[in-house]
């Protein structure tokens, strides 16, 4: 059996009972190095298979093919597997090869749900999700896709935000929702969830500080109803008080 | 200190430990009936503040009401408690009251999330949440968004999708995803998530059987590329394989 296990923002008080016990219970883990730190105390005498940050694809084959061997092979992953992790790479290479294999994926805590609880609670409405990695999606396809929850005055949490290799793509999709956001719309992050840092800030579009985004941080861009009381960012659920 | 607990879907295995350490510690848990049933072993000596489906607002008072008191109060939620749930409607009334009072919500597994994991990896592209209540959003501003989010190509998240007082809202939900959506998109749904049944079922838009969809039923609408394969639906990340 595979199971794919979502570790939620880093600490293991925030991973579910689910995926601490399929951890336990594989002799083989298999993931990125850095999530393997994560957990490190629970993985003695145990097999493990680590590749460095660009090996998705090579971690999801080898997980495949140990669980296929009729291993139990735990395949980790940082926040929720199913959300731009490890789930849908398995499945897609399933498919690709037309195999059939055992998987049960464990969900997690994705990051944003991580940021929002640290930050107050920004997600209370609709909302969207959308990376900014335009390595595997076609930049024009993000930008429409931004430029549609702008519009909706949906609230907007962006995964890898920015990077050293895509700069501007914060500074593009800001610009696009500001065609019909505020530049006073809250803004809100959290850095480094994935890794136990945690350090949240809340601010606006006009005065958020693009230096202090990298890949790893979660913004999350408040609709125009979301305000700040004492330090919390908000966003009513609509229910008039 | 009052902690805004989100149980996850229902069972204790998918909670987090922090979730449970919260409810563990407190001497007070405040909650909709139904979701205190789901940690009833929890709860032997602890004062229990229960009230029915519409009484939120009801048990967001008691809950600050005590914590201001100085008593460390639990208030749980389903899933997450940022989405959809308790979070939201405490800041609210603080923010309303302007009050301060210590607060620490504690993140948990959202409907979406468990639902994705259930079904295979439907979330592994952009996506958006959408409630179909209009008892808080008026109708106008959902539509709205669904459309934005269907011309997009977003994979949709439905929250509440379809009830006995707005039994149209889902099929009018879906009309207009097709002005931009094959009736052949892949739809999958968790039923029930949240009370420990799921039961989950992957089809399209045409043959979705909206008699089998009520309250608590999680749908996500699949984008053009989601597919089907040995019985999961999946929505590709992107990467060439």
């Not at 296990?5 to 990125?32: N, R």
């Not at 202090?212 to 009381?229: A, E, L, P, W, Y």
Request: net charge negative; hydrophobic share 40%; with cysteine.
């Amino acid at each position: 059996m595979l199971y794919i296990v979502g570790l939620g923002p880093g600490d293991k008080s925030v991973m579910t009972q689910d995926a601490l016990d399929a951890i336990e219970k594989c002799p083989i883990i298999v993931g990125y190095a850095t999530y393997m730190r994560l957990v490190k105390d629970m993985l003695d005498g145990k097999e493990m298979v680590s590749t460095g940050m660009r090996g998705e694809m090579e971690r999801c084959e080898k997980a495949i093919e140990l669980a296929a061997q009729g291993k139990d092979v735990a395949l980790i992953s940082s926040g929720d597997a199913g959300i731009y992790g490890m789930a849908g790479l398995v499945f897609e290479i399933l498919a690709n090869k037309d195999q059939h294999l055992d998987v049960k994926v464990i969900p997690g805590v994705t990051a944003s749900i991580a940021a929002s609880a640290a930050l107050g609670s920004p997600l209370m409405n609709d909302f969207c999700h959308i990376s900014l990695s335009d390595l595997m999606t076609p930049w024009d396809v993000i930008t429409e896709r931004v430029d549609a929850a702008a519009k909706a005055d949906f609230v907007i949490c962006l995964y890898n935000p920015r990077s050293k290799g895509r700069p501007n793509n914060l500074r593009e999709a800001l610009d696009i929702m500001l065609k019909y956001k505020s530049p006073d719309t809250i803004v809100g992050y959290g850095k480094d969830v994935a890794r136990l840092k945690e350090i949240e800030k809340i601010t606006t579009i006009r005065d958020l500080d693009e230096e202090d985004i990298n890949m790893t941080t979660i913004v999350i861009v408040g609709n125009k109803n979301t305000f700040v009381h004492d330090g919390r960012m908000v966003t009513p659920r609509g229910y008039s008080l």
